[in-house]
């Protein structure tokens, strides 16, 4: 993964996904989430929907490093559903991605090998119905100066075109800016420079 750049699906571009085996019906939902806590948050809502079905599966990873992520069971045999749902969404190089995969049973157990492979499928079905897009990890850059250097200031604003998060105009001004990660640097020095000149 570049360092300042990831994978995710497009907010509130849901992703929906669907396998069938042996009466066993398993609905699979993709989502965007920026947290662990939006994750939960979502599946309570799922639990609260489909509240008749045996199992409401789920794994996540969030955090532009992938670094936070959960793979949960909801009582199927250990490594059975969360694993390969991570699985699929690894495989699609996803971050700040959920999968909530719920189970209908239909009546025949699918064993272990079975039910691997239809959260497998379900998951992958899923993902595969939703838009994906590239974004960049973003850096805060926070910059004082004086009021008679505002001109030079936003001419790097506008030559960099970082996004403006907030900014104060008095006797000193200050400007914070969001921009990707690799140009923070460039950007903090360009700024630095206009005080020398």
Same mark, same amino acid.
Do not use: W
């Given at each position: 993964?570049?360092?300042?750049?990831?994978? #995710?699906?497009?907010?509130?571009?849901? *992703?929906? +996904?669907? &396998?069938? =085996?042996?009466?066993?019906?398993?609905?699979?939902?993709?989502? %965007?989430?920026? @947290?662990?806590?939006?994750?939960?948050? $979502?599946?309570? =809502?799922?639990?609260?929907? &489909?509240?008749?079905?045996? %199992? /409401?599966?789920?794994?996540?990873?969030? *955090?532009?490093?992938?670094?936070? /992520?959960?793979?949960?069971?909801? *009582?199927?045999?250990?490594? #059975?559903?969360?694993?390969?749902?991570? +699985?699929? $969404?690894? @495989?699609?190089?996803?971050?700040?991605?959920?999968? /909530?995969?719920?189970?209908?049973?239909? +009546?025949?157990?699918? *064993?272990?090998?079975?039910?691997?492979?239809?959260?497998? =499928?379900?998951?992958?079905?899923?993902?595969?119905?939703?838009?994906?897009?590239?974004?960049?990890?973003?850096? =805060?850059?926070?910059? #004082?100066?004086? &009021?008679?250097?505002?001109?030079?200031?936003?001419?790097?604003?506008?030559?960099?075109?970082?996004?403006?998060?907030?900014?104060?105009?008095?006797?000193? /001004?200050?400007?914070?800016?969001?921009?990707?990660? +690799?140009?923070?640097?460039?950007?903090?020095?360009?700024?630095?420079?206009? @005080?020398?000149?």
């Amino acid at each position: 993964m570049d360092n300042d750049k990831y994978r #995710t699906i497009k907010e509130k571009a849901i *992703g929906e +996904g669907f &396998y069938s =085996e042996k009466r066993s019906k398993f609905l699979a939902f993709a989502h %965007h989430v920026e @947290s662990a806590e939006e994750a939960l948050e $979502i599946i309570k =809502e799922y639990k609260k929907k &489909y509240y008749d079905a045996r %199992h /409401c599966c789920y794994a996540y990873r969030v *955090g532009a490093d992938g670094a936070d /992520c959960r793979a949960n069971d909801d *009582g199927e045999p250990s490594s #059975t559903a969360g694993k390969p749902i991570l +699985g699929q $969404i690894d @495989s699609n190089g996803l971050t700040n991605t959920l999968v /909530c995969v719920v189970r209908y049973f239909g +009546g025949v157990k699918l *064993g272990t090998g079975g039910l691997i492979v239809a959260y497998r =499928e379900a998951s992958a079905d899923a993902l595969s119905n939703s838009k994906k897009e590239e974004r960049f990890v973003e850096e =805060e850059v926070k910059f #004082t100066f004086t &009021y008679p250097m505002m001109n030079d200031v936003m001419r790097v604003v506008k030559d960099m075109n970082p996004h403006i998060v907030s900014q104060q105009f008095d006797n000193t /001004c200050e400007i914070t800016l969001s921009i990707r990660k +690799g140009k923070a640097e460039e950007l903090r020095t360009r700024l630095k420079n206009l @005080s020398f000149e």
